[in-house]
């Protein structure tokens, strides 16, 4: 096996040297869309928004952005997705195979996201992109000999009336690996086919050590959940005890920093970590370059990016986008400043709001963070908490008290005499003693307009903290235990009262 690994790492050196320099942005992305355009021009969409004649015009982006509308997901589905689950050539030539279920979701409420062929073989193209920029990092050749942990949703998916099957995303990928990922793949197809979360884990810590793990994939949450299952099984003290070659975890989903301390915890040597941004949308961005969680845009994969600012040239006041929003292209962003993420891709969503925010950390090459999503905006009474800034009082608050907190809640709510205050649940073993006015304290040193709302409308905030068991309960209660699932940072009120509610059982 040694050689094997000496082969494959002097090839990743090998084809880094051959790769030419990289197209300019800007026009790596103009053919992008043209490239989109082209495909998607006799679909039904492409016909009603005037796809032929957009590609005569000089101006192929402005002729874009004038004839086709910003879309969320309620307007794209009703008006054209839902179409595209009974009939060819909708939003994107023939019928998808596949919808993705939504992230975290279950049942009639779910998104359902179309799955095109284009699209599983342009995310399979991102996912080679980034094993081929593990060449900028110092790894040895046994993580090359090893094999990879991909802790996915179930993929044993559904079948649709309408014919097609749907799933999370990543159990969408995991049914449609080719057969020859089996020799590196783990946990296999059968056990990632077992559609009980719990019993998944426990058949993935029956096989453990059989496995030579060198890198994990997967939300942090669930991950370490299934890392101390196979530690308590098996009576280690670390991971490293049974797979001496983990040297890589490719996190997503959400943010890792919260994470971070806990994982220290459960590994004998340090690992890697790289970032990701796979969504049900689309491999949208990856970490490339060692010494960062920052992630390269996908530039050159099937997608065409637009950018709104989240400013009042973009947004209102609550995230909200504006009616007529100032849109932007690759070269006319800024460092430092964060956006909206609009996408157009090869599964036919046509200038879609994901719902995130980003913020670039470089332009060449393009990279970017997630600071959040916009629904994820706490800004009732002006107090402007985003997600990022909420991480970071977060892991103030864990430092301070000496503990880790992986997870919180929070959301605005009215008191009983009817005035706004914030009510928070965090995930910890800390005593909550004092908690609510230190974190009160650090949101208002960090972020002036927190503090002004605090002064004003923002009469209080509340706090309770639950175990990470009573939290496994919440959700697996709620059916959203493992695979993609994330638990709102930012909560409508109605689902803090049920959170609260259950709370309050015990």
């Known amino acids: 096996m040694a050689i094997i690994g000496k082969l494959v790492k002097a090839g990743l050196d090998i084809t880094a040297k051959l790769q030419s320099e990289e197209e300019n942005p800007k026009i790596s992305q103009e053919n992008q869309l043209r490239e989109l ?18 590609l005569k015009s000089k101006d192929l982006i402005s002729s874009f952005r004038n004839e086709v509308p910003i879309f969320n997901y309620k307007e794209i589905d009703s008006k054209w997705w839902h179409r595209q689950q009974r009939l060819e050539d909708i939003t994107w030539p023939g019928k998808p195979d596949f919808f993705a279920r939504s992230s975290g979701t279950t049942g009639k409420k779910s998104k359902r996201i179309p799955i095109t062929n284009e699209f599983i ?90 496995w030579n793990i060198g890198a994990i994939a997967g939300i942090p949450s669930w991950v370490l959940l299934m890392l101390q299952k196979i530690i308590e099984r098996h009576n280690l003290k670390n991971i490293h005890e049974i797979w001496p070659n983990f040297q890589v975890y490719a996190s997503g989903g959400v943010a890792f920093e919260t994470y971070r301390e806990d994982f220290e915890a459960i590994c004998e040597k340090p690992i890697t970590i790289l ?22 845009l996908a530039l050159n994969h099937g997608y065409f990016f637009e950018f709104i600012p989240f400013d009042n040239r973009g947004v209102n006041e609550s995230g909200e986008i504006l009616k007529k ?28 709001i994901i719902g995130d925010v980003i913020r670039f950390e470089s332009l060449n090459p393009p990279q970017i963070r997630i600071t959040g999503r916009t629904k994820f905006f706490l800004n009732v009474v002006g107090s402007q908490l985003s997600e990022e800034k909420m991480d970071k009082a977060i892991l103030k608050l864990a430092e301070l008290y000496k503990t880790t907190i992986n997870e919180y809640m929070v ?22 003693e004092g908690l609510s006015e230190k974190l009160d304290e650090l949101l208002k040193s960090a972020n002036k307009n927190y503090a002004v709302a605090r002064s004003k409308a923002l009469k209080s ?10 939290y496994t309960s919440y959700l697996s209660q709620k059916n959203k235990k493992g695979g993609q699932t994330k638990t709102p940072k930012v909560m409508k009120p109605e689902k803090m009262e049920a959170l609260l509610n259950f709370i309050n059982q015990f």
């Open 37 to 54: 355009l082209t495909q998607a021009k006799d679909t039904v969409f492409g016909k009603y928004y005037g796809f032929y004649e957009i």
């Open 121 to 210: 073989a342009s995310m399979r193209s991102v996912g080679t992109s980034m094993i081929s920029s593990l060449h900028e990092f110092s790894f040895s050749e046994s993580l090359f000999e090893s094999e990879v942990l991909m802790l996915s949703s179930s993929a044993n998916l559904d079948k649709n009336k309408h014919g097609f099957q749907e799933g999370e995303i990543s159990g969408i990928n995991v049914s449609n690996f080719p057969e020859w990922y089996q020799i590196f793949y783990r946990p296999g197809k059968e056990i990632a086919s077992i559609n009980d979360w719990d019993e998944r884990i426990s058949a993935i810590a029956d096989q453990a050590p059989q």
């Open 275 to 296: 970032d990701t941004y796979l969504a049900s949308e689309g491999f949208i961005a990856y970490t490339s370059k060692p010494d960062t969680l920052a992630m390269k």
């Open 325 to 352: 929003p100032m849109v932007l292209g690759i070269d006319e962003v800024e460092v430092g400043q964060e956006y909206v993420l609009l996408l157009s891709s090869c599964a036919g969503a046509w200038r879609y």
């Open 411 to 432: 959301a605005a709510m009215k008191n009983e005499d009817g005035d706004y205050m914030h009510q928070w649940v965090i995930v910890s073993e800390v005593d909550a």
């Open 461 to 470: 905030i509340s706090l309770k903290v639950i175990s990470k068991k009573m």
